[in-house]
């Protein structure tokens, strides 16, 4: 399983979804990245495999950054789930 996570301006939690496939997930990341640097302020909806009824929309310029993670095991399992900030 493969997990999208989502920072946004003004709040300490993220919003992630989950996609099953590594070329989901990478399709996906791309798309945010797209619509991130589009600079339009358009909403992006978006599903969750591991929870077919959990739906998000999201205000493309409220997004700070995002993260792709494989959570299915291998170098990076039992590291959670953010974002690391170098400099003070």
Do not use: H, W
Request: proline share 3%.
């Amino acid at each position: 399983m493969y997990t999208i996570d989502i920072s946004l301006r003004g709040t300490p939690l993220g919003l992630s979804v989950q996609r099953k496939e590594s070329a989901d997930a990478e399709a996906l990341y791309q798309q945010v990245l797209a619509a991130i640097k589009s600079g339009n302020p358009t909403i992006l909806e978006m599903t969750c495999d591991r929870e077919p009824d959990k739906k998000a929309a999201v205000l493309v310029n409220e997004i700070t950054a995002v993260q792709l993670s494989d959570k299915s095991g291998g170098a990076g399992a039992g590291r959670a789930a953010g974002f690391f900030e170098l400099g003070a």
